[in-house]
């Protein structure tokens, strides 16, 4: 733990270069005995200059605001702190920083880049809830996924056992633009013209969810953390398909760090890897009705 130690003492905070921008930063956050950060003020990066932090040994985290991947990465940024021996502090955002107000439904965090850049400056060392994927700024160092969650074929109708069930009349949902959207687009594009079914495109997973739990599509094309938020954690009635006829990858949900700070996400990934192997993290994800039992 001295290596850990010196590892934060080299972490980073930002000054201000003004004094009108210590009055931005300093109001753009509540400090609480139960800290919330208020709404973030968009500032230009240029204006922040590093100087160096020293908390000791102690890691801040970053979390989304409510929801239950909200609980499990509240649960999650204690385990870290006791695999890697060290003291905890989490900051909890408030929902009015988000350009739109986050869903239940989804796994992405949902700030700007500039936003995710001034939390950080500001209050944390890690940020949980980064989707893994290509798009993540490249200042960000991005952890092993701690959730790994199907994309899942889903119907109310038991008959209906896989894709290759699903005629011309049926009416698939999808979100469009999403993980497994594109494979599908693929798939019908090699099936026989007139033998697949009906393709609905909808703007959010809450938009898919309500199709599906109110029978305007016969079946969906969903993650399994968007089925589990609409049925309360109790998919009851709700039914998957067979394995899907094309490769999607699963949805990763990650920790980051600012790129500098190699060593504490290398240590991050290696709590996550004793969390991985011990159970701990399948059974977080059902336990706080993020992942399906029924898809594992």
Not at 114 to 126: S, Y
Not at 135 to 160: F, K, M, Q
Not at 196 to 204: A, L
Request: proline share 5%; hydrophobic share 45%.
């Amino acid at each position: 733990m001295h290596y850990f130690s010196l590892s934060l003492r080299s972490a980073r905070e930002f000054a201000s270069r003004c004094i009108c921008l210590a009055a931005v930063i300093s109001s753009a956050f509540l400090a609480t005995s139960a800290p919330t950060l208020a709404q973030l003020d968009i500032v230009a990066r240029d204006l922040y200059t590093e100087r160096t932090r020293n908390e000791g040994n102690l890691i801040s985290f970053c979390l989304r605001p409510f929801g239950p991947i909200a609980a499990f990465e509240a649960e999650l940024a204690e385990q870290i702190g006791k695999m890697l021996l060290t003291e905890v502090r989490t900051y909890t955002l408030n929902p009015r920083s988000f350009p739109v107000r986050p869903s239940i439904f989804d796994y992405y965090f949902g700030l700007t880049d500039d936003q995710m850049f001034i939390m950080m400056a500001q209050n944390c060392d890690v940020v949980l809830g980064i989707h893994l994927s290509a798009a993540s700024p490249e200042w960000l160092r991005l952890s092993r996924p701690y959730i790994s969650a199907n994309v899942l074929g889903i119907t109310r109708d038991p008959a209906l056992k896989s894709l290759e069930d699903l005629g011309p009349n049926i009416r698939l949902g999808v979100h469009g633009q999403a993980s497994g959207d594109a494979a599908l687009v693929s798939y019908f594009n090699t099936q026989a013209k007139g033998t697949t079914p009906e393709r609905v495109s909808f703007r959010s997973n809450q938009d898919l969810f309500a199709a599906l739990s109110s029978d305007q599509v016969d079946a969906a094309l969903i993650w399994e953390g968007a089925l589990m938020a609409g049925t309360d954690g109790n998919p009851e009635g709700y039914y998957p398909m067979a394995r899907l006829p094309f490769p999607v990858d699963p949805i990763g949900v990650s920790a980051a760090v600012r790129i500098e700070d190699r060593f504490l996400g290398v240590l991050i990934d290696e709590a996550l890897n004793a969390l991985d192997e011990n159970g701990t993290l399948v059974e977080m994800g059902l336990r706080h009705k993020v992942l399906w039992s029924e898809a594992r």
